[in-house]
Nanobody, 123 residues
Framework: QVQLVESGGGLVQAGGSLRLSCAASGRTFSNYAEAWFRQAPGKEREFVSGISGTGYTYYADFAKGRFTISRDNAKNTLYLQMNSLKPEDTAAYYC?????????????????WGQGTQVTVSS
């Protein structure tokens, strides 16, 4: 049984940083695409960042220059380092994993999802 468990969310002031983690079990994802999505209240879930099976990284425009996605294959864990956080980054953040190696920005491309971790940025 595949499980993705996020951690690292919390309350932070604008300009601060958080590091999200997503620990996977039941399957190794080092050769597959993984991604972070987020969903703010009243809004649709949106793509934040992804890493392909070959290690290429992709970012939404709002994440470029502030967020960094990485993966520790030995730990089967995905990370999202978020710096210079803004109040508009407030959302539930979800990790997702695919059975394909290509990063896609649509939710339907991902087969496994975590339960989400809340990030709240105060002004």
């Amino acid at each position: 049984q595949v499980q993705l468990v996020e951690s690292g969310g919390g309350l932070v002031q604008a300009g601060g940083s958080l590091r999200l983690s997503c620990a996977a079990s039941g399957r190794t994802f080092s050769n597959y695409a993984e991604a972070w999505f987020r969903q703010a209240p009243g809004k649709e879930r949106e793509f934040v960042s992804g890493i392909s099976g070959t290690g290429y990284t992709y970012y939404a425009d709002f994440a470029k220059g502030r967020f960094t996605i990485s993966r520790d294959n030995a730990k089967n864990t995905l990370y999202l380092q978020m710096n210079s956080l803004k109040p508009e980054d407030t959302a539930a953040y979800y990790c997702a994993a695919s059975r394909d190696w290509v990063v896609r920005t649509t939710q339907g491309a991902y087969d496994y999802w975590g339960q989400g971790t809340q990030v709240t940025v105060s002004s």
